[in-house]
């Protein structure tokens, strides 16, 4: 079973900075790529931003620019610096990650538990 802890939601102002935090827990797993989905009001869940194993990223057109993943392969962290925050960033930001057992080998997907990013114009 593993366990993901998100942190650094929160009000901000138009122009402003966050950065989220997604850190992994668990044992006997090894993990592939690591992202962040969001979620606004009425809206469905969309990616915004993926890291693979090897360091690939890829990023949701509406953030490209202005957000940045990364991800510490030791900590099992992944992190989402977020610039240039508009008022549509608004949304709940959840943490996806994907791990294979190392008991089992199955690959599984989990999801966080979101953190809410709120910004004000």
């Known amino acids: 079973q593993v366990q993901l802890v998100e942190s650094g939601g929160g009000l901000v102002q138009a122009g402003g900075s966050l950065r989220l935090s997604c850190a992994a827990s668990g044992s006997s797993f090894s993990i592939n790529n690591m992202g962040w989905y969001r979620q606004a009001p009425g809206k469905q869940r969309d990616l915004v931003a993926r890291?693979?194993?090897?360091?690939?990223?890829n990023y949701a057109d509406s953030v490209k620019g202005r957000f940045t993943i990364s991800r510490d392969n030791a900590k099992k962290t992944v992190y989402l610096q977020m610039n240039s925050l508009k008022a549509e960033d608004t949304a709940v930001y959840y943490c996806?990650?994907?791990?294979?057992?190392?008991?089992?080998?199955?690959?599984?997907?989990?999801w966080g538990k979101g953190t809410l990013v709120t910004v004000s114009s």
């Open positions: 890291i693979t194993s090897g360091g690939s990223t």
């Open positions: 996806n990650v994907g791990v294979v057992s190392q008991i089992d080998f199955i690959g599984r997907t989990y």
